[in-house]
């Protein structure tokens, strides 16, 4: 039934996307993030109290399973937002927890969106 249904979307949605041209600016904003309160924080925008959250796999080393939680978090951001507003560094708020069990390190990070402010 999956199949199916993969197949006809794909017959349905892929035509669209070859014909309809899809501007930078499309792709970088969604229009979705103008529901949230959005206010000035050091030469960026950002949601005041809208959080984000991102969670990586097991990994052996902590650093890879942090940047893994960083990757979950700028993914869903940008498709959420626009890639704009999925990046992590820009974020605000930011905090990061890792655990180890049975010798891998599996972590999570949680921060507020921001993108940079456009210059004039």
């Keep these: 039934m999956k199949l199916i249904f993969a197949i006809i ?3 349905l949605v892929f035509p669209v996307f070859q014909i ?3 501007s930078a600016v499309q792709a970088s ?4 993030a ?3 309160s959005l206010r000035r924080e050091k030469g960026k925008i950002c949601m005041v109290s809208h959080f ?14 942090i ?9 869903f951001t940008a498709w959420e937002y626009g890639s704009t507003w ?8 930011r905090t ?4 180890k069990s049975t010798g891998l390190w599996q972590c999570s990070v949680r921060a507020r969106p921001c993108k940079r402010r456009k210059r004039r």
Excluded: N, Y
């Design 96 to 99: 990061q927890r890792c655990d």
């Design 20 to 22: 309809t041209p899809i």
């Design 52 to 65: 984000h959250s991102g969670s990586g796999k097991e990994f052996k080393s902590k650093r890879r399973a």
């Design 86 to 93: 999925g990046r992590f560094k820009s974020a605000a708020s």
């Design 9 to 11: 979307l794909s017959i």
């Design 67 to 75: 940047k893994d939680a960083i990757v979950a978090w700028e993914d």
């Design 34 to 36: 103008d529901m949230h």
């Design 29 to 32: 904003e969604t229009g979705f």
